[in-house]
C-alpha cells in the first residue's frame, strides 16, 4: 500500500475517532450557551486569581472530553465570560486526564500512572494559566472574550442602527437579550443584579429570549455552527491531516527506540505536536512505549504533550487568542511537560518503583455505528449549502 493511501486511511480513521466527540463538545458549548448566564460563568471562571484558574483545572480534569471536543467548549466559555487564564487551564487539564482515562492509565499503565498523570495534568493547566497572566491583553477582537455588545473599545452600544448589525444572523445583537444583558454587565464591571436588563437600558434589548428549553438549545445549536465550528474547523482539518501523516511516516512503535533521557523527551514532545491522540487512546500507545523500553518520563511527556498540544489544539488557541499566546502555550506546556518527565524519571530511580503493564492495543475503539453517522453528520453542518436548512429550522428568521 503506498504512502499516499495509507495518509489518507489514517487521517480519516482519526477523524472517525474524533467525530462523535466533536459532536459532543459541540452539543455541551451549545448548552451552555443556552442555559448558563453569561454573567455566571463570568463570575465562576472570570478574574485574575488564582482560584478561577484551578476551578478550570478542577472542572475540566474528570471531563469525558478529548482533544477536538474540548475546544469548543472552551472557546464557549471563553465567549461566555471565562477569564483568559481560565481558558487556557480548562483546555490543558480536560484532554490530558478525565474519568475514562483514569480507569484505563490503572488497567494498563498500573497504579504509579495513575496517580502521577492526573496530578501532572492539573498542575501543569494550572501553572500554564496562572503563566498566562504575564502576557499581555489578546488584541484579537473584542468579540470574541467580551461581552456581547463590545463591537470595539470605544463603541459601548452594539445595537446603534448599523445595517450589518440588522442583517447579519451570526451577529452578536441578534442573541437573546438574557446573554447579552448579562455578558454586558460582567464586561464593563457592573454586577449582574443591578445591571438594567430592561428594554429601553439593556443592551440590544429589543429582542426577547427565546422561550423554553428547545427553542434555547436550538438557539445555542445555531451559535455552535456557525460561530465556533466554523472557526477552528479548518484548524481541525489541518491537525488530523498533519496526524494521519505523521502516523503514516512515523509510527509509534518506532519511537520507543529511542529510549530514556532528556534527547528521548525532547523526541516525544516534537512528535506530540503532529500526533493527535485523546487521553484515553495514547493510554495504549503509551504502555506499547513502555513495555518497549522508553522511560516512564518520556512516556509522560507523551501523555501530557499529545492531547494539549497538538495542532488542531493550537490553532483553536491562534484563533481565539492571536499568535503569539498561542506561542506561549506552546513553549510553556512544553515546559511543564519536560519538567515532569524528568520529575518521574528521577522518583522512579530514586524509589525503585515498579511499572509492570499490560498491553492492549484495541482500549476504547469506537464502534462504527456511532462514528460514521457522526463523521457523516460533521461533514454536513461543516458545509454551509447543506447545513442550510437546518439552520433555518433552528433559528428562523
Request: charged share 10%.
Given at each position: 500500500?503506498?504512502?499516499?493511501?495509507?495518509i489518507v486511511?489514517?487521517t480519516?480513521?482519526?477523524?472517525?475517532?474524533?467525530?462523535?466527540?466533536?459532536l459532543?463538545g459541540?452539543?455541551i458549548a451549545?448548552?451552555i450557551?443556552?442555559?448558563?448566564?453569561q454573567?455566571?460563568?463570568?463570575?465562576?471562571?472570570g478574574g485574575r486569581?488564582a482560584w478561577?484558574?484551578?476551578?478550570?483545572?478542577?472542572?475540566?480534569?474528570?471531563l469525558?472530553?478529548c482533544?477536538?471536543?474540548v475546544?469548543p467548549?472552551?472557546?464557549?466559555?471563553?465567549?461566555?465570560?471565562?477569564s483568559?487564564?481560565s481558558?487556557?487551564?480548562?483546555l490543558?487539564a480536560?484532554?490530558?486526564?478525565?474519568?475514562d482515562?483514569?480507569?484505563a492509565?490503572?488497567a494498563?499503565?498500573?497504579?504509579?500512572?495513575?496517580?502521577?498523570?492526573?496530578?501532572?495534568?492539573?498542575?501543569s493547566a494550572?501553572?500554564?494559566g496562572?503563566?498566562s497572566h504575564l502576557?499581555?491583553?489578546s488584541?484579537?477582537?473584542p468579540?470574541h472574550s467580551a461581552?456581547?455588545?463590545?463591537?470595539?473599545r470605544v463603541k459601548?452600544?452594539c445595537?446603534?442602527p448599523?445595517p450589518?448589525q440588522?442583517t447579519?444572523?451570526?451577529?452578536?445583537?441578534?442573541?437573546p437579550s438574557?446573554?447579552?444583558?448579562?455578558?454586558?454587565?460582567?464586561?464593563?464591571?457592573?454586577?449582574?443584579?443591578t445591571?438594567?436588563?430592561?428594554?429601553?437600558?439593556?443592551?440590544?434589548a429589543?429582542?426577547d429570549t427565546?422561550?423554553?428549553v428547545g427553542?434555547?438549545?436550538a438557539?445555542g445549536?445555531?451559535?455552535?455552527?456557525?460561530?465556533?465550528?466554523d472557526?477552528?474547523?479548518?484548524?481541525l482539518l489541518v491537525g488530523?491531516?498533519?496526524?494521519?501523516?505523521?502516523?503514516?511516516?512515523v509510527?509509534?512503535q518506532?519511537?520507543?527506540?529511542?529510549?530514556?533521557?532528556?534527547t528521548a523527551m525532547?523526541i516525544?514532545l516534537?512528535?506530540?505536536?503532529?500526533?493527535?491522540?485523546?487521553?484515553?487512546?495514547?493510554?495504549p500507545?503509551?504502555?506499547a512505549?513502555?513495555?518497549?523500553g522508553?522511560?516512564?518520563?518520556?512516556?509522560l511527556?507523551?501523555?501530557l504533550?499529545g492531547?494539549a498540544?497538538?495542532?488542531?489544539?493550537?490553532?483553536?488557541v491562534?484563533?481565539?487568542f492571536?499568535?503569539v499566546?498561542?506561542?506561549?502555550y506552546?513553549?510553556?506546556?512544553?515546559?511543564c511537560?519536560?519538567a515532569f518527565g524528568?520529575?518521574?524519571?528521577a522518583?522512579?530511580a530514586?524509589f525503585?518503583i515498579?511499572?509492570?503493564t499490560?498491553?492492549d492495543?484495541d482500549?476504547?475503539v469506537m464502534p462504527?455505528?456511532?462514528?460514521?453517522?457522526?463523521?457523516v453528520l460533521?461533514?454536513a453542518?461543516?458545509?454551509?449549502?447543506?447545513?442550510?436548512?437546518?439552520?433555518?429550522?433552528?433559528?428562523?428568521a
Amino acid at each position: 500500500m503506498s504512502i499516499a493511501v495509507d495518509i489518507v486511511v489514517n487521517t480519516w480513521l482519526l477523524f472517525l475517532k474524533a467525530a462523535p466527540w466533536l459532536l459532543l463538545g459541540l452539543v455541551i458549548a451549545a448548552s451552555i450557551r443556552a442555559f448558563v448566564p453569561q454573567a455566571r460563568i463570568a463570575g465562576w471562571l472570570g478574574g485574575r486569581g488564582a482560584w478561577p484558574t484551578v476551578k478550570a483545572a478542577l472542572i475540566g480534569a474528570p471531563l469525558p472530553l478529548c482533544s477536538c471536543s474540548v475546544i469548543p467548549v472552551a472557546v464557549g466559555l471563553h465567549r461566555s465570560g471565562a477569564s483568559r487564564a481560565s481558558t487556557t487551564s480548562f483546555l490543558i487539564a480536560t484532554p490530558e486526564t478525565g474519568a475514562d482515562s483514569v480507569g484505563a492509565s490503572y488497567a494498563l499503565l498500573g497504579p504509579f500512572f495513575t496517580v502521577v498523570r492526573p496530578a501532572a495534568a492539573i498542575t501543569s493547566a494550572v501553572i500554564t494559566g496562572l503563566a498566562s497572566h504575564l502576557m499581555p491583553a489578546s488584541r484579537r477582537s473584542p468579540t470574541h472574550s467580551a461581552g456581547c455588545c463590545e463591537k470595539s473599545r470605544v463603541k459601548d452600544d452594539c445595537c446603534a442602527p448599523s445595517p450589518a448589525q440588522t442583517t447579519d444572523p451570526t451577529d452578536c445583537c441578534n442573541e437573546p437579550s438574557a446573554h447579552r444583558s448579562a455578558g454586558a454587565a460582567a464586561t464593563r464591571g457592573v454586577a449582574p443584579a443591578t445591571a438594567d436588563t430592561s428594554a429601553s437600558a439593556g443592551c440590544c434589548a429589543s429582542r426577547d429570549t427565546p422561550p423554553g428549553v428547545g427553542a434555547r438549545l436550538a438557539d445555542g445549536l445555531h451559535y455552535a455552527i456557525t460561530r465556533i465550528l466554523d472557526e477552528f474547523g479548518l484548524w481541525l482539518l489541518v491537525g488530523l491531516v498533519v496526524a494521519g501523516v505523521t502516523l503514516s511516516v512515523v509510527p509509534p512503535q518506532t519511537l520507543a527506540t529511542y529510549g530514556s533521557g532528556f534527547t528521548a523527551m525532547l523526541i516525544m514532545l516534537a512528535i506530540s505536536v503532529p500526533l493527535y491522540v485523546c487521553a484515553t487512546q495514547s493510554t495504549p500507545i503509551a504502555t506499547a512505549l513502555l513495555a518497549a523500553g522508553m522511560s516512564p518520563g518520556a512516556v509522560l511527556v507523551f501523555l501530557l504533550a499529545g492531547p494539549a498540544t497538538n495542532l488542531a489544539t493550537i490553532g483553536a488557541v491562534r484563533q481565539e487568542f492571536g499568535s503569539v499566546f498561542a506561542s506561549f502555550y506552546l513553549g510553556c506546556m512544553s515546559a511543564c511537560a519536560l519538567a515532569f518527565g524528568l520529575a518521574t524519571d528521577a522518583a522512579v530511580a530514586a524509589f525503585g518503583i515498579d511499572l509492570a503493564t499490560g498491553v492492549d492495543a484495541d482500549h476504547a475503539v469506537m464502534p462504527l455505528w456511532l462514528s460514521l453517522p457522526s463523521a457523516v453528520l460533521l461533514i454536513a453542518i461543516s458545509i454551509r449549502p447543506v447545513r442550510a436548512p437546518l439552520l433555518r429550522w433552528l433559528k428562523p428568521a
